[in-house]
């Protein structure tokens, strides 16, 4: 029965991680995208070795051992396969383009907007969310961004001419992609249209795509000053300096892709009713077409269900915009004076939804359980994964590729100019010491109750020493039974009968602390063994993305065959793996 409950929550841990280092995932991305790693593969017809990856992408040779955990990480994800050579082969793994990196190549790329969504200046915002949530909303509503950056979106987009410059191009990456497929599949949208207005058109991608498909149509695209003089020449497309809040150039149709997501209701009206103006009645022709997300369409396909969650989300912080489901569209629709609606399932398909609000009741899951609770939550751990100094840090990685590791040797040095220890050590970051030190002692959680209930009882009646550094012995909770020391143990560790090893340490000076194995003297190492196939996909997807966040400070999660080295390097007899911990293990290690 304890087996079943601890096997439930462990489980359910590694749903929590998953979704803690969703982070790592999406940094990972980034860095392939900053690396330009899917073109180097491309070069080499689909498929290249890491040598030629890392050739290719001129990185410091210092740095190809990362780029090969890179590459797994990215690999678990989905973004490039690994073909393994044959057993006896001495063949290198191959890595290779899959349908989701090959939107990274080519001339219509994704790569803008995507780098778009994980530009600092939107991650950054993220990181303070929890404080905004508990200020009282100021009056002009100010979103996650302003309170970041002192200025909304399009404040900063007015002036910041390189965050403007990405933000555009990202749209009109985007509008490449989609409006191609519209024009495939729905092209008859735009028949029997003489003219078109792409209201909030950015660079006129979408305008420029509709005028190459049906070169009869007058395409306009009207957008603020500050974007329509960057606007390509020697287009069909006009390109029209305006505000839609005051008034829409009339034309047949009018097309509003992407836009009123970023606006609330009242906004939204304003607008409609300027296209309202702008457009003849619906006998002539006349339409106003919206490419955006009906949220709750297709809620029956999962990833659908989660990317509209995300992406509302995303905009609530981003600028107060909302992603609406269809009878929130249809609210709009009627308070601008538009007498019907048709939704063309492109990219979701329609399935109404119209469950009020407060008739929805929230539960706790499984995984969300282990953040609740006065003690042994998970909370401090799990924020650790989330923390801004090791969010901040994944931004550089693509730079620090291509640095010499001797100069700057990690990626969390790399940022912040101290070790992950240094920092941790000095006192103006106590919410890194604190979520640290906290998050590793609540660790424990999984002693006590994964089916080691009689060990973790032995322990209490075992007399047990704590080892740290100085500045976390200084913090050690008194009262307890528990004897702490401050130690180096890359100096010395006391010689005892058995050394617990939790995650983040070594076992060079442990040998030296046990001697003999007939009297039970042994080591117990928590952590984890990577796995080259484990059989659960969750399992081997946190293991890579683990081992990505530990790299930040220079760490590295081991597979069996480097547990074997180091172990007897450090002149072990023998050890045993017992693979109970969820996504960690316990390694037994004998003198
Ligand atoms: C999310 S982008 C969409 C761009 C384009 N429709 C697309 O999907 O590629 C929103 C656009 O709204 C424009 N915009 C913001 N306020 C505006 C206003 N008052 N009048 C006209 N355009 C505006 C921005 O400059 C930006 O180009």
Redesign the pocket.
């Known amino acids: 029965m304890a087996l079943v409950h601890s096997n439930g929550q462990l489980d359910a841990q590694v749903e929590l991680y998953q979704n803690a280092f969703a982070v790592v995932k999406a940094m990972a991305l980034k860095s392939a995208m900053d690396l330009r790693i899917a073109d180097a593969i491309d070069h080499h017809g689909g498929a290249a070795t890491l040598a030629q990856v890392a050739a290719e992408l001129t990185l410091h040779p210092s740095k190809i051992s990362y780029l090969r955990r890179l590459m797994r990480t990215l690999a678990v994800c989905n973004v490039f396969t690994i073909q393994h050579p044959a057993v006896g082969a001495t063949d290198e793994p191959v890595y290779m383009l899959t349908p989701l990196s090959r939107l990274l190549v080519g001339s219509s790329n994704l790569v803008p907007f995507m780098s778009m969504l994980l530009h600092p200046t939107i991650v950054t915002p993220f990181l303070g969310i929890g404080q905004w949530f508990q200020n009282e909303l100021p009056p002009d509503q100010c979103c996650v961004f302003k309170q970041t950056h002192g200025e909304s979106f ?1 404040e900063l ?2 002036h910041d001419t390189a965050f403007d410059a990405a ?2 191009d ?3 990456s ?2 490449n992609f989609i409006v191609d497929i519209v024009i495939k599949e729905h092209g008859d949208v735009f028949q029997g249209i003489s003219s078109l207005v ?9 305008a420029q795509a509709i005028s190459k498909a049906f070169p009869k149509v007058k395409c306009i695209a ?3 000053g ?2 329509v003089a960057k606007a390509p020449s020697g287009t069909l497309v006009e390109y029209v300096v ?5 008034s829409v150039p009339p034309a047949n149709a009018v ?5 009123l ?2 606006w609330g209701h009242d906004e939204c009206v304003k ?1 409609l009713k300027n296209c309202r103006k702008a457009i003849p009645s619906r006998d002539v022709g006349g339409k106003v077409i919206i ?1 955006d997300i009906v949220v709750g369409a297709d809620s029956s396909d999962e990833k659908k269900r989660e990317l509209h969650a995300l992406f509302d989300v995303c905009l609530m912080f981003l600028s107060n915009g909302i992603e609406r489901e269809e009878h929130e569209w249809n609210k709009l629709f009627l308070e601008a004076g538009f007498s019907s609606y048709k939704i063309m399932p492109v990219l979701a398909h329609l399935a109404p939804n119209a469950i009020g609000e407060d008739e929805l009741v929230y539960m706790l899951t499984s995984s969300s359980r282990l953040l609740v609770g006065s003690s042994n939550n998970l909370v401090s751990l799990t924020s650790l994964a989330l923390l801004p100094t090791m969010v901040t840090s994944f931004l550089v990685i693509g730079k620090w590729f291509h640095n010499d590791l001797e100069l700057d040797q990690c990626i969390f040095k790399h940022t912040h100019g101290l070790s992950l220890w240094e920092l941790i050590d000095n006192e103006a970051t106590l919410d890194t010491h604190d979520h640290f030190n906290y998050g590793m002692g609540i660790s424990s959680l999984i002693d006590i109750v994964g089916g080691l209930g009689a060990a973790a009882q032995a322990i209490s009646k075992v007399k047990c020493r704590v080892l740290d550094l100085g500045h976390v012995i200084g913090k050690a909770p008194i009262g307890t039974d528990m004897e702490y020391i401050s130690g180096d143990m890359f100096d010395n560790v006391l010689p005892t009968n058995v050394v617990l090893l939790d995650e983040w340490a070594d076992t060079e000076e442990c040998k030296k602390a046990i001697t003999s194995r007939d009297i039970g003297e042994k080591v117990i190492i928590i952590d984890m063994v990577v796995r080259a196939e484990p059989s659960d996909l969750k399992h081997k997807e946190l293991q890579a993305l683990y081992d990505m966040y530990i790299m930040l400070a220079n760490g590295t999660e081991r597979d069996e065959q480097q547990w074997n080295k180091v172990i007897f390097e450090a002149r072990f007899s023998d050890y045993k793996i017992t693979s109970v911990l969820g996504f960690r293990s316990i390694i037994k290690v004998y003198p």
Request: net charge negative; no cysteine; glycine share 14%.
């Open positions: 399009w987009t007015s933000f555009n990202a749209m009109v985007d509008s792409d209201v909030a058109g950015g660079l006129g991608g979408a009207l957008d603020l500050h974007v305006g505000d839609m809040f005051e097309l509003l892709k992407w836009v997501h970023d607008i490419i």
